[in-house]
């Protein structure tokens, strides 16, 4: 057996008591080190987003979004991995990363613009506010060699393994399960350990790829496969926002050292459907999801805080930050309006493309032809 | 003007070459590109003089070369990736056409995707099955990306350098089957812009039109017609996406007739395009229907048969013949 095989990182137990594993100790003075202020954001962090994506599963089913992909039950290794990042980190996500893309800065709103049908993006990377956060990416498994790309970039001019940890860089790659059986996620691999590519890829295993288990998808631990591509991995409670956040840190260290990629599995469980086009009744059992609500990251991260003695006006106050930024979510997703039509010729090229120009301007004459003439 | 006489494909590498002095972001990707050279040659001696940071001999797997060159263009990168062989273009082509071909539109601008994808395509080298094939279509029929596909080494040269230069991605369509054919080739001016079709033979009676390695034998054609007593004007149409459709429509205005040549399956192909672009917008000027000549719609045959397969010069004069008859 492998070590990746063993390895199963957990610090909180499903009630709270801090419990570290076997596994865990070598990332205890990691973890000691974590001051109650962020200890407090973490747990702000998941029931902020949880609120958030409450709210814009609500709004689908009102009929104000085409699609909503919840994060629900995921918030732990989603909080733990950003937060773990630093500022120069880039992060390229999958399309579940609503806590990953919020901490990083980018504003939900631009998930919500894309969900509704008013962009194919919803921000822009290239902007500081945004965090270094890529855009998301619908087809499973692609951004996970964008990611390395982008990483033997950085190992190229210099901006990763100088020995400098406050300016050099790394990149993490969020995919799933179901995304794992892709092959452009194995050739990633293949790309990130053959030019030791400063990529950390960050594995959620929510159990299922909408209706098929994990079963489907492999018959040994993911870990296990990214380890056989020779990049050290490791398995992680992803409901415990501690592991989640040290296995991260120490991953994204090393490669941000020039130490080459490395791999997280944190195990955790969609609670809520795959879109809201989902169904999960047909495929998985009450009891199954019950048995992961007892292990819900949320209540497992108060239970602990409380434990420490926090207050219980800051779980209130939390409370109502949630749904401050929920009931504000709303509002402006409903003051979102349709983009301009002269939007299908922007941007399809950077330059000048006679198509684009021909096809614009026949529209805006077609449109001006009709009676009170609306170009 | 500073003539040379090149082969095709060393009018490419010495393309390649100037390209890579030019920017120091210019970085070539592919398979056995590095000591080998490539199996074409084109990369020839450019990672010993460039290193092997710049010309890089990637792991086999067409969509991680195509996947990880959107990263490093997001680093700040400008990738010249080749594919090996035309047939091997597909397993990237999820990344070609859902990534690449989007990305610029994704991020609203504020992202470019400044690669070239090199792919020897085309036919009469009689090799085996998928390292024939005349995939352009395709990619001509994806927004997002430029296609174009040089014909002569003084295009090769230049084409190469502006697609480079470019700031969108663009397909590079190399006729392989002339990558030994010589030709003048100007160090020190391109003829035209990147995305312009091109007269190279003037003539009368008739238009023949097409792309890549056709052009050579549309030529030959022409010579043949000549004798026969019909002259024939040649355009070579170089860039399959945009268009430029100028020189071709003043052509067919001033002929009456045209003829379009491909290696390429004709069903749903870049001359289908041309011939009924042509017929919308030069309707009035026909003396005859634009008529196509194309590879059957068949898979590309055992190389035994490829010159049945393939239009040649033979094919290409009945359909001038017909056309003339009208």
Known sequence: MTSSETQFVRVLEADGRYAPNAAAEQYLPLIEAISDTELEQFYRDMVVIRAIDNQATNLQRQGQLALWPPSRGQEAAQVGSARAARAQDTLFPSYREHAVTRIRGVDTLGIIKLMRGVSHGGWDPTDPVNGNTRLYTLVLGSQTLHATGYAMGLAFDGRSGTGDPERDEAVMVYYGDGASSQGDVHEAMVFAASYQAPTVFFLQNNQWAISVPVSTQTRVPFAQRSSGYGIPSVRVDGNDVLASYAVSRIALDEARAGNGPRAIEAETYRLGAHTTSDDPTKYRTSDEEQSWQQRDPIARMRAFLEGKGAAGSFFDEVDAEGAAAADDLRTRTLELGPPPASKIFDHVYSEPHPLMDEQRAWREQYEASFEGGQA | ?326
């Not at chain 2, 490419?12 to 100037?18: D, E, S, T, Y």
């Open chain 2, 1 to 326: 003007m500073s003539l040379e006489t090149l082969p095709f494909a060393k009018a490419l590498n010495a393309g390649l070459r100037k390209a890579m002095e030019d920017d120091s972001r210019v970085l070539m990707m592919g398979e056995d590109i590095g000591k080998l050279g490539g199996v074409f040659r084109i990369t020839e001696h450019l990672q010993r003089d460039f290193g092997e940071q710049r010309v890089l001999d990637t792991p086999l797997a067409e969509s991680g070369i195509v996947g990880t060159a959107i990263g490093l263009a997001m680093a700040g990168f400008r990738p010249v990736i080749e594919i090996q062989f035309d047939g091997f273009v597909f397993p990237a082509f999820d990344q070609i056409t859902t990534q690449l071909a989007k990305l610029t539109n994704r991020h609203e601008g504020a992202v470019t995707m400044p690669i070239v994808i090199r792919i020897p395509y085309g036919g009469h080298i009689g090799a085996v099955e998928h390292h024939q094939e005349s995939p352009e279509a395709y990619f001509a029929h994806t927004p997002g990306l430029r296609v174009v596909s040089p014909s002569t080494p003084n295009d090769a040269y230049w084409m190469i350098q502006e697609a480079i230069a470019s700031n969108d991605p663009v397909i590079f369509m190399e006729p392989k089957s002339r990558y030994w054919q010589k030709g003048a080739v100007d160090l020190e001016q391109s003829a035209v812009p990147l995305h312009s079709s091109r007269v190279v033979r003037t003539g009368t009676d008739i238009t023949l039109v097409g792309h890549g390695a056709m052009v050579t034998t549309l030529l030959q054609a022409a010579a043949i017609a000549e004798g026969e007593g019909t002259s024939c004007e040649v355009v070579d149409v170089r860039s399959l996406s945009p268009v430029d459709y100028g020189p071709i429509l003043d052509s067919v205005r001033k002929t009456g007739r045209m003829v379009y040549a491909q290696e390429a399956s004709g069903h749903a192909s870049v001359g289908s395009e041309i011939a009924a672009t042509v017929m919308e917008r030069a309707f009035y000027a026909l003396e005859a229907p634009v008529l196509r000549v194309s590879a059957y719609d068949s898979p590309f045959p055992p190389a035994k048969l490829e010159g049945t397969f393939l239009p040649d010069a033979d094919r290409i004069l009945e359909a001038v013949d017909r056309s003339m008859a009208y």
